[in-house]
């Protein structure tokens, strides 16, 4: 948020909940992963890098308080085990269920116009909106996508 409040009145609109810069550090290669949590030592320090290069720009250019690693990676820590035991290959089970002929439904949110390549850029999210998008989300191939529906309302609206 601190980046939509230094805009001020050239602020896009965003939710808040951090998903631009989770790609953002994603495509930079620095983004934390949930597999990062299975060698714990290997995470705190990848998360001490993160957050130092977030605290940087906090404090040096939104002139706000750096967040404290600390606190992060002790609450990170208190559920690490709770969340390593969910991590699953999901491309892999999604593939054995289509090799069984299982049917499975993807749901998106948002619209083609907030897709982060096809949208009314830059006033977009920063993932892939359209159906496309369930093939690099889920790593299912786009060809085994054989039926897609879209829902549309009858107005505009944006956040």
Do not use: C, W
């Amino acid at each position: 948020n601190a980046r939509e409040k230094a805009r001020g009145a050239k602020a896009i609109g965003t939710t808040g909940r951090g998903i631009g810069p989770a790609y953002k550090d994603k495509v930079a290669r620095r983004g934390l992963r949930v597999g990062d949590l299975f060698d714990k030592e290997t995470f705190a320090e990848k998360l001490k890098e993160v957050m130092e290069y977030h605290n940087f720009q906090l404090v040096n250019y939104y002139k706000v308080e750096a967040v404290d690693y600390q606190k992060v990676l002790d609450d990170v820590m208190a559920v690490a085990d709770i969340l390593t035991s969910m991590v699953v290959d999901v491309s892999d089970l999604l593939d054995q269920a289509r090799q069984r002929g299982d049917f499975v439904m993807f749901e998106g949110a948002q619209g083609t116009l907030l897709d982060i390549d096809h949208g009314t850029y830059p006033y977009v999210t920063s993932s892939n909106t359209t159906a496309g998008g369930v093939a690099t989300g889920s790593g299912l191939g786009p060809r085994y996508v054989d039926y897609v529906l879209g829902i549309l309302k009858a107005y505009s609206t944006r956040v």
